[in-house]
């Protein structure tokens, strides 16, 4: 019953490959995000959606893109893997509005090697 | 623009010692204030929030209280335990409904 989930939890890869990290939620919120946590613990935005709209979108590489087959799953695709691009990825979700607060998943340790 | 300013860590407490992380931020508007818990290894959890001035968020024994006139959100424990070592996030949600993160502050509490 774990409200949102992200998988895998550890992904260890070699440059240049594709991957993907699947990001769901079953508290029937109305928008998901992605964030990247940098080895210094520091949060930056990457996306989020709201009703399948794209509603926030940072200046991320596109090499990023993130996919969303409902409301209730958000994923993100990385194509050609670069060394930088290893971090700690997380998927939350919120009900919107300035009130409430955002529930994370916990998290995807990704290694570049 | 909107920010949040937390204090830099990291910070090591003995057990039973009172605790302050301060947090100021900037807005336009009227934001709602968060913390944010990171314990290792885990996701952010939710600590406690606090939706308009004046009010006083608390929750597991940590409290903070909305300053608009300091623009501050400091986050206090009286007695802080082991278990309580994490990384701790200040945010801001405003009424455009994206959140601002701290750079967080990391807490080590040492028995």
């Known amino acids: 019953d774990t409200a949102v989930s992200q998988t895998p939890k550890y992904l260890v890869t070699q440059m240049g490959n594709d991957k993907s990290i699947k990001c769901e939620q079953n508290?029937?919120?109305?928008?998901m995000y992605w964030y990247k946590q940098d080895s210094k613990k520091f949060l930056k935005i990457m996306f989020s959606?709201?009703?399948?709209?794209?509603?926030i979108n940072e200046t991320v590489p596109n090499r990023f893109s993130p996919k969303s087959p409902d409301k209730a799953h958000l994923n993100l695709h990385i194509n050609s893997l670069e060394l930088g691009d290893s971090a700690v990825y997380f998927c939350?979700?919120?009900?919107?509005?300035?009130?409430?607060?955002?529930?994370f998943g916990s998290g995807t340790r990704l290694t570049v090697v | 623009g909107n920010s949040v300013t937390q204090m830099e860590g990291p910070v090591t407490l003995s057990e039973e010692a009172f605790l302050t992380i301060n947090c100021t931020y900037t807005?336009?508007?009227?934001?709602?204030l968060f913390w944010y818990v990171q314990y290792p290894g885990e996701g952010l959890q939710l600590l406690l929030k606090?939706?308009?001035?004046?009010d006083k968020g608390s929750n597991k024994g940590f409290e903070a209280t909305y300053r608009k006139e300091t623009t501050s959100f400091h986050l206090e424990k009286g007695s802080v335990q082991v278990s309580d070592s994490a990384v701790y996030f200040c945010?801001?949600?405003?009424?455009?409904?994206?959140?601002?993160f701290g750079t967080g502050t990391s807490l080590t509490v040492i028995p």
């Open positions: 945010a801001l949600s405003d009424t455009g409904n994206q959140f601002y």
């Open positions: 939350a979700s919120s009900q919107g509005g300035v009130h409430y607060g955002y529930t």
């Open positions: 606090a939706t308009k001035a004046d």
């Open positions: 959606y709201n009703n399948k709209e794209l509603i």
């Open positions: 508290l029937g919120h109305d928008t």
């Open positions: 807005a336009t508007g009227y934001p709602s």
